[in-house]
């Protein structure tokens, strides 16, 4: 459980970072960091002199750390925060502040009291990635509207061709769901005409790699293979349990498993592209 003190550190760590990036001369400093879903820009201010200048970018260790303070500091009723901002001045003195309900956008130029000068929209789909990390019971009514505007409609189609055999699975009837979501989160708010079932089929691959254990892509390959659309599957000699972003890392033939997915995640994506309603 985090506790204030965790927070107050943690808080601590991340000033201290940015105290030691400003070389002297200076006044007065900002950051502002978004984090939406997967995706998070941080962008620097620094005034000197009474000119504002960029302040370099962001490590990585700078990002892990202010990704972790949001995740701590996240409600599971409430969600949390979309955009913090953490002001500084040459004295030493400094003070967060977090936006929970307004709407975000991602940060290109800040200005020292962490206003944006510069900045691109968030859309849609990185609203809705970022609702299934952290809901809310209440969302804010620009951020329903923005995500159902952003929302790509797909027709109530059922499998059809040689992938109708994969109809009474389980397993690919959660893939399926993850490859229309992939669809709606490439496609950024926009069209999905330019869509590639190649890419798609990638990121799926991605997904279902970073969010199970290897038992669950031996069960993929089994019905894949019940179903008559992958060959023979033999089993790896490796611990099943553990995760299978791990095992596809470390082990070549667990890795050569997987990736017999992907023909069949291919022809997957490019069915559920053509099931797109136009907008």
């Known amino acids: 459980m985090t506790t204030l003190d965790d927070l107050s550190a943690l808080q601590n760590q991340i000033a201290t970072m940015t105290f030691d990036r400003l ?18 820009r941080l962008e620097y201010a620094v005034e000197r002199a009474g000119v504002t200048t960029h302040a370099g970018l962001p490590t990585a260790v700078e990002f892990e750390a202010w990704e972790a303070l949001r995740s701590r500091m996240a409600e599971p009723a409430r969600g949390a925060w979309l955009t913090a901002r953490l002001l500084l001045d040459a004295s030493g003195r400094y003070r967060f502040e977090f936006d929970r309900d307004r709407e975000p956008a991602w940060p290109v130029a800040v200005d020292v009291d962490g206003a944006l000068l510069e900045s691109r929209p968030v859309t849609g789909a990185d609203l809705r990635d ?15 509207a923005r995500i159902d505007a952003d929302a790509v409609v797909f027709m109530d189609a059922d499998l059809q061709g040689a992938l109708v055999s994969l109809t ?52 993929l390959l089994r019905d894949a293979e019940s179903a008559g659309l992958v060959g023979s599957v033999s089993v790896p000699d490796v611990d099943l349990e553990r995760p299978s972003y791990l095992l596809a890392g470390e082990d070549d033939d667990f890795r050569a498993l997987a990736v017999r997915a992907v023909p069949v995640l291919e022809q997957l994506a ?5 099931n797109v309603v136009a907008r």
């Open 23 to 40: 070389d002297e001369p200076w006044s007065r400093a900002a950051a502002v960091y978004v984090e939406l879903g997967v995706t998070a």
């Open 130 to 144: 970022d609702l299934r990390r952290y809901p809310r019971v209440d969302e804010p009514a620009w951020m329903r």
């Open 168 to 219: 009474g699975s389980t397993n690919w009837g959660i893939v399926r769901r993850l490859t229309r979501e992939t669809i709606e989160s490439l496609a950024g708010g926009g069209g999905t005409e330019d869509l590639d079932p190649a890419d798609v089929a990638g990121s799926v691959l991605a997904e279902v790699l970073g969010s199970t254990t290897g038992i669950h892509v031996v069960r």
């Open 270 to 274: 490019a069915f559920e592209l053509s």
